[in-house]
């Protein structure tokens, strides 16, 4: 576990350990709950679709394409839960493969309409 107090800013490394050169990370989705489960109670979200959620969300600058770092700021939980399960998605895609969802940043899906 990781302690951090309310309000304070938690920053984030992730990092794909490959030889190759020519890979590159995207943060796809990244959620907080109160359970390590797949679960939508008392979520907390924080980039969906590639889109930034959480206001206090920020992308750092990293030297490597397989690095992403970022930042957000601890927030109460909403069922005041005394521990915070971070789960993310991210996107390996190849660099410089501008049709690649990497590169396509946030997505707003619409949704459909439901018929009788």
Sequence with gaps: PYY???NQ???LEASLHSSDPLLKLFLHTCVASPTGHNST???HTIVKDG?????TYAE???PHRHTLRFKFNAFQSIQSSPAVFLQCELVVCRAFDYSSRCYQGCVNRSK?????
Excluded: M, Q, W
């Design 112 to 116: 459909r309409e439901a018929n009788s």
């Design 9 to 11: 800013d938690l920053f």
């Design 4 to 6: 951090v107090s309310i």
């Design 51 to 55: 889109c930034v959620k959480d206001p």
């Design 41 to 43: 109670t008392g979520v």
């Design 60 to 62: 750092f600058y990293s």
